[in-house]
């Protein structure tokens, strides 16, 4: 499971990782188009961070997606790779919008429940890449890219959500597997992403270089 906010370079770890034919990429596409989120997106740039109706619904088919998504991990000779996964829907963007009300206490509460029944249903993470890097960072690189979809994130809100990765999402991911094994870069550190990649990839080698291997575990593998 790569994590991080948006623009620390989740995509170009998951090109770089993603060259091996064993790594199977499960990256943010869905089932069916999420019909909540334009109308989301428009609400949140014309109203900032404010009650938006759309929110709860976005929020529960990306619930619905990425449960779908999730159970994908079938193959146990296969190393999966989840970019961007189900818990950041509940404890970055959900927690997020329901500490700036731009959803009800009562909508996050049932959110909150559907999301718990929903994920005793999967497998969790073995692995839990975290790549942090300045929000404001972020947001000098986010306003390079002409992504619609990612027209509503101000400077301030990716600060906020950088606080949410670095002190929610580690201690829950831990809840779901005890066991989790947990790789942190700081990729600002590095000239590039490819570089930081090239860390990455190391230590998952490390930990899991039988999921490469011709004679690889049947153990299915899950980042």
């Not at 829907?89 to 959803?103: E, L, Q, S, T, Y």
């Not at 390079?144 to 580690?170: A, E, M, N």
């Amino acid at each position: 499971m790569v994590s991080g906010n948006t623009m620390s370079g989740k995509s170009s770890l998951t090109r770089l990782l993603t060259q091996d034919p064993k790594v199977v990429l499960l990256n943010e596409t869905y089932t069916e188009p999420n019909r909540f989120l334009p109308l989301f997106i428009h609400k949140m740039l014309r109203n900032g961070l404010k009650y938006n109706e759309f929110a709860y619904g976005a929020q529960l088919l990306f619930l619905q997606n990425r449960s779908n998504r999730e159970r994908q991990v079938t193959d146990p000779g296969k190393f999966y790779l989840l970019d961007r996964s189900i818990y950041e829907d509940r404890h970055i963007f959900a927690k997020f919008f329901a500490m700036k009300g731009v959803m009800s206490n009562d909508e996050y509460n049932d959110y909150r429940n559907l999301f718990e029944k929903i994920v005793r249903t999967i497998d969790p993470p073995d692995c839990f890449i975290f790549l942090d890097s300045d929000p404001k960072k972020c947001y000098q690189r986010l306003k390079s890219r002409s992504k619609r979809i990612d027209q509503w994130l101000t400077q301030d809100i990716l600060v906020d959500l950088d606080k949410l990765y670095k002190h929610r999402l580690r201690e829950r991911i831990v809840l779901h597997n005890s066991d989790v094994q947990i790789i942190e870069l700081d990729v600002d550190k590095y000239p590039s992403f490819e570089v930081a990649g090239e860390i990455v990839r190391e230590r998952l080698e490390e930990l899991y270089g039988e999921a490469f291997a011709k004679d690889a575990s049947k153990r299915q593998i899950k980042v």
